[in-house]
């Protein structure tokens, strides 16, 4: 081979030598390359003479840049996390310097923000530096969540509250936690390397053996209760749980965990204990208890089931043994109670097999039973509560002696009879009905006859009733009716007559023979009141009424009413002290005799100055004074002081007559009345045959046999007897035979007609030959005419007494006319205060028609006071003042003001002003007064300007809007009372 062969052999030859180590070094590097790749490794170099850096492809991976992207040395510690920025580059720097090599790990931020860990080596030479940087992001998040993990199971060990413990397969305990060595007293150093079988009960070592054999055998927890010994030989209750450690699948040893449960145990042991002893006591309770599920019973204690009928329970429907009338109460209340309805009680009726019924309440709870809602319950049987209920209530609503409704249940009839009434447009009445001198009968016979009496006049109250009405006690002896529907007040007088008549009877009780009168004041719905209180008030005031004209009657309620029940009302209060103040004095009607004129004798008669009614007439407050029991004082009174005047005319040398003194029945029936009159007339010294007691019919119709045997001891004390107001009553013939009297006293009520009504002639005319063939003396009251006195005198009447001859006269007067013997002259009618005349300072404008006005008192002594109003008819009025006339006496008092309200020419009129005068009309039955305004003078002007137009109007004509009364005034009045007297 030549030279220049041999030369490109040998090129040839380097050319291939040079192409295989090119590949073989790109082999090489992409080997390298992938193991870098593999190893999460990336390689850099550094030249430090260019300030060049180079990386390997798999740095910009691990740096999360591009191959193309720019690699320096700012830009590669600019990726280095903050926080190990100045760490790395110092670390970079030293070795740069000192030629030496370093390795640290650090963090690097990729462009996209994630943060990976790396751990660096390097190492440097002369200019050069070459390095590796590895990814372990994944290995240094694996150690941390060791070292975390660690750190936890750590922390469960040591901070368990329960004891832990480990033990090696042979039983002997490697490590513990503080709470073993709290909860076996011992410390850690004398349980480490010692068996676990030493803390137990001797008795129990062979059960842990066994259970520590089944974890092994089975490579599975097991757990159970020991016993074990405290260090200083206390028992302690554990619940231990063992569990198997497993280390390469090979069971190296056993966790143990030991709970201390020796409160728990007991506690089980005190709930065991309590359950039998409260098993106990509910099976031996007096009060029935259950559980219900689904509506039947799962338990019944013994006490439920005798309660129930002796039956057993289990299993049974529990609506089977309710009240089917209670069964969807039961059903809806008890047995559908919903979630969150707890303690709730009822009340329902049970069955018994023999079909008694029972009363239950139960007390029931929503609870869970044996993973199921159910109903627990107590039951009381309150059957016996219930009837005393019933009969509390029957009670509360019912009088206890009569057994009629009572005040309370009246109260609440009459409050829905209203509603009705008020909603239907109709009318209503109550009754309010009273027991003439039941209080006498009470006093003189006692409360238990009393009491009878009312059990025996309810009965007849009752019966005497139709259409359903029912009759109710209010109090004592005082009774209420309510007719509902009634048309006007004649029909409601018309049941009040019936009422009357069937309950007059004779009440035969205890051997007496009682006849009771009644009472009796009606009011209307809605003219006389729209409430209970106002309806029942007037009724009050009308049977007050209805007493002070002399009882056994009704009396319908009028306006007027409202102002004597108030006069009544403050004589009341005012009664119990008057004989205190002396404010009581007498005076005496003459008794003439017929023939000769000559005085015989006088009637002592009561009379009350009252402080602000003034003269009271008896038929006022006599009533008061019996239903007070004030009449036994005063009627004693009355005796002493008319025997004491009697002897004082003796003394003084005028003719000896005989005073008599009425007597009522209260009085009569005092057990020491004989000791007092004794002791009266020996104190006054009048001898007995000058003193006459008279007493009514109804004195003896009561208690007959002591009634006789009183006027028996009387005659022997030569003290006379007269009957009063003989024919009003119902005493018979015979009783008037048996009786000792000495005088019979004719009621005026036959004398005011005996010249116009034959009738009236015959029964005087049969009571005057009765008398004689008795040979008793006869006595006419209320003579005040000359025609009657002439026909008595025909008659042969023996004496008379009345107006025809004398008004009843002071004590000094009497003496005057004794004086004279005989009256000469009949008596002038007399007036109590003349009206006086000529001293008007105004006008006065006449009304032959009077106006309609309404009156009432406006104050009384200062005091405001809120009264009905009264109907009144003004008969002339001026400026200073108006005269009227009504049915009924008031006084003359600076004390009591008016008010009169009346429409005078459109306008409304209200006057106030105070009595001045009174004068009687037609004997008392009705009053005429003159009133003197009081007002100011810019009113008064007022006044005159219509009084002024009113007088003009009226010489025109009838004035027009003006409350005019076309009539009579006084015989308006008597009829208006008549209406409301029966």
Not at 10 to 27: I, K, P, R
Not at 134 to 148: F, R
Not at 698 to 704: K, L, P
Request: proline residues 3%; glycine residues 6%; contains cysteine.
């Amino acid at each position: 081979m030549n030279q220049k062969e041999s030369s490109s052999t040998s090129t040839d030859e380097a050319a291939a030598g040079t192409v295989v180590l090119s590949e073989f070094m790109a082999e090489r590097n992409k080997r390298f390359e992938l193991a870098q790749v593999l190893a999460y490794v990336g390689y850099w170099e550094y030249d430090r003479i260019l300030q060049k850096i180079t990386w390997s492809k798999h740095m910009y991976a691990i740096y999360g840049q591009a191959l193309s992207s720019k690699v320096d040395l700012d830009n590669v510690f600019a990726r280095v996390h903050e926080e190990d920025a100045g760490r790395v580059k110092l670390a970079f720097s030293n070795s740069l310097e000192s030629m030496q090599s370093y390795q640290i790990e650090y963090r690097i931020i990729r462009p996209d923000g994630e943060v990976r860990y790396v751990a660096e080596s390097a190492r440097f030479w002369d200019n050069e530096a070459i390095g590796t940087v590895q990814d372990i992001t994944e290995k240094t998040a694996l150690q941390l969540q060791l070292i975390e993990e660690g750190q936890y199971y750590k922390s469960l060990f040591e901070n368990n509250t329960d004891a832990v413990y480990s033990s090696n397969l042979e039983g002997m305990i490697l490590s513990c936690n503080a709470a073993m060595n709290g909860l076996f007293g011992y410390t850690e150093g004398e349980l480490v390397h010692t068996s676990f079988e030493r803390l137990i009960d001797p008795e129990q070592v062979s059960l842990s053996r066994k259970v520590i054999a089944e974890v092994i055998n089975t490579v599975s927890p097991r757990s159970y209760e020991l016993t074990a010994r405290h260090k200083d030989g206390m028992a302690i209750d554990i619940f231990v749980t063992n569990i198997p450690v497993m280390i390469a699948n090979e069971l190296v040893g056993i966790y143990g965990i030991a709970k201390n449960v020796t409160e728990q145990k007991s506690m089980e042991r005190h709930l065991l204990e309590a359950e039998a002893k409260y098993r106990s006591i509910v099976e031996q309770s007096i009060v029935g208890v259950f559980i219900v599920q689904n509506g039947i019973y799962i338990y019944a204690n013994p006490h439920l089931e005798r309660m129930l009928g002796n039956v057993s329970l289990m299993g049974r429907q529990v609506l089977d043994s309710i009240y089917p009338g209670d069964r969807d109460t039961v059903s809806t209340k008890m047995l559908g109670l919903t979630e969150g309805q707890f303690n709730r009680t009822m009340i329902h009726r049970a069955v018994k097999p023999d079909g008694s019924l029972i009363y239950c309440e139960v007390h029931y709870t929503r609870i869970l039973h044996i993973n199921e809602n159910a109903i627990v319950g107590t039951v009381l049987d309150i059957t016996e509560r219930k009837e005393t209920e019933q009969e509390t209530e029957y009670l509360a609503y019912h009088d206890y002696l009569t057994g009629l409704p009572n005040r309370r249940m009246f109260e609440e009839q009459l409050d829905q009879q209203l509603i009705l009434a008020s909603f239907y447009n109709k009318k209503l009445a109550v009754l309010l009905i009273d027991l003439d001198r039941f209080k006498a009968v009470n006093d003189i016979l006692g409360h238990t006859i009393g009491d009878t009496l009312l059990k025996q006049f309810a009965v007849k109250l009752q019966e005497s009733l139709e259409n359903g009405w029912v009759a109710y006690r209010l109090s004592g002896d005082e009774f209420c009716i309510i007719l509902p529907e009634v048309e006007s007040h004649r029909e409601a007088i018309f049941l009040s007559e019936s009422i009357i008549s069937r309950t007059k009877e004779d009440y035969l009780i205890a051997g007496f023979e009682l006849n009771i009168t009644l009472s009796m004041g009606i009011s209307i719905f809605p003219e006389d009141g729209d409430s209970v209180d106002r309806l029942l008030l007037n009724a009050d005031s009308a049977l007050y009424h209805a007493k002070s004209q002399g009882r056994d009657q009704a009396q319908c309620y009028s306006s007027s009413l409202n102002i004597q029940s108030f006069k009544i009302f403050t004589m009341t209060n005012d009664l119990r002290k008057a004989l205190e103040k002396q404010e009581l004095f007498l005076q005496y009607m003459p008794r003439v005799d017929t023939q000769t004129r000559e005085i015989l004798g006088a009637e002592a008669l009561i009379r009350w100055n009252h402080p602000d009614w003034g003269l009271v007439s008896p038929a006022e407050f006599i009533p008061i004074a019996e239903e007070s029991g004030l009449i036994v004082p005063i009627g004693e009174w009355v005796l002493r002081e008319a025997c004491r005047q009697n002897k004082q005319w003796q003394e003084m040398g005028l003719p000896h007559i005989t005073v008599s003194v009425n007597f009522s029945v209260q009085q009569l029936f005092q057990q020491n009345i004989l000791q007092t009159i004794d002791e009266i007339l020996a104190g006054s010294g009048l001898a007995p045959e000058y003193l006459e007691i008279e007493i009514t019919e109804s004195s003896f119709m009561t208690n007959e046999r002591e009634v006789i045997q009183l006027l028996e001891e009387l005659r022997k004390r030569k003290i006379k007897v007269s009957l009063d107001d003989f024919g009003t009553g119902y005493s018979s013939l015979y009783m008037l035979k048996r009786l000792a009297l000495d005088t019979v006293k004719i009621d005026k009520a036959f004398v005011e007609e005996i010249l116009t009504d034959p009738v009236n002639q015959s029964i005087i005319e049969c009571i005057l030959n009765l008398a004689k063939a008795l040979k008793m003396n006869v006595v006419a009251e209320g003579v005040e005419t000359e025609a009657q006195y002439e026909y008595l005198k025909e008659q042969q009447c023996d004496e008379i007494q009345g107006y025809y001859f004398s008004r009843p006269v002071e004590p000094e007067a009497l003496g005057m006319l004794l004086r004279e013997k005989h009256m000469a002259n009949p008596s002038p009618g007399v007036t109590e205060i003349p009206p006086v005349s000529n001293r008007r300072e105004y006008f006065r404008v006449d009304l032959a028609n009077p106006l309609v006005a309404g009156m009432t008192i406006s104050t009384f002594k200062g005091r405001e006071v809120d009264l009905g109003s009264t109907e009144v008819y003004l008969t002339n009025i001026g400026p200073g003042g108006l005269k009227f006339v009504m049915g009924y006496k008031l006084p003359v008092n600076d004390n009591i003001l008016l008010k009169f309200e009346t429409e005078i020419l459109h306008q409304p009129t209200h006057l106030l002003g105070k009595i001045a005068w009174t004068h009687e009309l037609e004997n008392g039955a009705v009053y005429e007064y003159g009133v003197q305004f009081q007002m100011e003078e810019s009113e008064r002007l007022g006044l005159i300007r219509n009084l002024n137009n009113l007088a003009i109007q009226i010489r025109e004509g009838t004035p027009a809007h003006t409350r005019i009364f076309l009539g009579d005034p006084v015989k308006s009045i008597k009829e208006q009372l008549k209406k409301v007297r029966l």
